[in-house]
């Protein structure tokens, strides 16, 4: 199963969901999905941004568990 960590890196840099939409240039409800996993995908340039906007990369915001 693929999940998502963007919320522990919010918590950790105090950013809200909101500031992140701001910071990356997306709309908000399309970062609160991504960060609350209700997608099914993810578009390369929403999570490019995502990374930029966090500075870090994919595999710091998507991991893998059984």
């Known amino acids: 199963m693929i999940r ?3 919320d522990e890196l919010l918590h950790k840099q105090g950013l809200s969901i909101k500031k992140l939409a701001e910071i990356a240039g997306l709309r908000y409800q399309t970062v609160f999905d991504f ?12 999570l490019d941004a995502i990374c930029k906007a966090l500075r870090v990369a994919p595999g710091d915001i998507i991991r893998w568990q059984e």
């Open 4 to 6: 998502v960590t963007v």
């Open 35 to 46: 960060v609350k996993g209700n997608t099914q995908g993810v578009d390369w340039k929403t």
